[in-house]
Nanobody
Framework: VQLQASGGGLVQAGGSLRLSCAAS????????SGWHRQAPGNQRELVAR???????TYADSVKERFTIDTDYTKNTVYLQMNNLQPEDTAVYYC?????????WGQGTLVTVSS
């Protein structure tokens, strides 16, 4: 299983970005997918998660601003980020949870300027 994240970049506060995470390999037994982020000096934290049945979970700091969704026909998970703020600046990592392992994609940098 390989995950390829994309969509990061530089945006002004109040702007939007849409991250994508394309999966290859056998992910038919995927339990859930998610996005985490890690800012300099901070631990990696959960941003959003979606189960195979569509149940979503969000960090309190991103509720009402971020939306996670999936396109199973494309094996892709998205993170729509609206009203971005400087504190959202971080490297964003996607993950896929299978019964035997949590797979990670490479990070994509999101920088929000004030």
């Amino acid at each position: 299983v390989q995950l390829q994240a994309s969509g990061g970049g530089l945006v002004q506060a109040g702007g939007s970005l849409r991250l994508s995470c394309a999966a290859s390999g056998d992910i038919s037994r995927r339990i859930a997918s998610g996005w985490h982020r890690q800012a300099p000096g901070n631990q990696r934290e959960l941003v959003a998660r979606i189960t195979k049945s569509g149940v979503t979970t969000y960090a309190d700091s991103v509720k009402e601003r971020f939306t996670i969704d999936t396109d199973y026909t494309k094996n892709t998970v998205y993170l729509q980020m609206n009203n971005l703020q400087p504190e959202d600046t971080a490297v964003y990592y996607c993950n896929a949870d299978l019964p035997e392992w949590r797979y990670w994609g490479q990070g994509t940098l999101v920088t929000v300027s004030s």
